[in-house]
């Protein structure tokens, strides 16, 4: 793994020395919106209009965050406006590669490149940063739209409306300030709490990353006894963000990122709402187990070193959920 400096690849691992062992994430560089009209996004950014067919997503079925993306394109029922390209799982000395030899692994759709660092590089050929999926990019003008995922579902949230017909908001207005407390709650403790727990690399670290994500799942696990939806009787945006890492949590978190205090399936209430999730139409076709396992232990050395793929706990994805009942 490594990032760009100046348009030239640098082989790195997370620097986490100068942190007292905590891995921070760095912000995210590409950050424009696409619009119904092309008009600015919500904070000023450039705007690129909606059309069928522009744009195209480039994904890891492995990771979380882009994970987001193809929940949203899903639900949003964009398949046929956008495509998608997606990597092999193994994020190597090279970064992510456009490798074919893994089941679904992609390759570069558009333009048949080797690594995803030179999509990067076709946007800006002095391109500084890490190079991380997902990407959203604009066929037309050869560049990147975004690549925040945050910012990806919000953007299909609605943008294409006009286009599909399909009017479902998970980001309805008077919901947005309860999904926004949510999200900078959950964010940190839990979908980047796992990661600073499994990134850790001094004791303290780890110990306070992993008590943040424990405290979380006890905190969602009566709050879902009350509530069919994070929010609610509502199924929203932050119901889906909170999915991606669930999901991943008892296949690779529990044991590879030393998050085990318990599994996912020990808490009934936050075990059903995830099944009812995975349950739900066009959702469980995003969901890539060989992708998730093959991708966290073949690729982070500092954690498996040998690559050994674990036996893995068998779960019941299918079993029946009862969150009818709430
Ligand atoms: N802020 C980004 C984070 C994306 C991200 O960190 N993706 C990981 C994969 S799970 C990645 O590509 N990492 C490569 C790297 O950090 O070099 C988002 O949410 O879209």
New binding site residues.
Partial sequence: ?G?LVDGVWSDQWYDTASTGGRFL?TT?AWRSWITPDGAPGPAGQRGFPAESGRYHLYV?YA????HRTLVFRALKRLEPHIGVSVVHPD?LSE??EFRTDFPLATGDRLYGLPYLRDLYLRADPRASG?????VLWDKQTGTIVS????EIIRMFNSAFDGLTGNRDDYYPEPLRSRIDALNDRIYPAFNNGVYRAGFATSQAAYDEAVAEVFATLDWLEPHLAANRYLTGPRMTEVDWRLFTTAVRFDPVYHTHFKCNRAWIREYPNLWGWLRELYQWPGIAETVKFDHIVRHYHYSHDTINPYRILPINPRIDWLAPHGRERI
């Avoid at 990771?63 to 882009?66: E, F, G, K, N």
């Avoid at 890490?130 to 997902?134: A, G, I, K, S, Y």
């Avoid at 690549?147 to 945050?150: D, G, V």
């Fill in positions: 793994m990032k994430r995210t890891s990771c979380p965050w882009a994020m970064g992510w890490r190079v991380t999926v997902p690549n925040e995922s945050a």
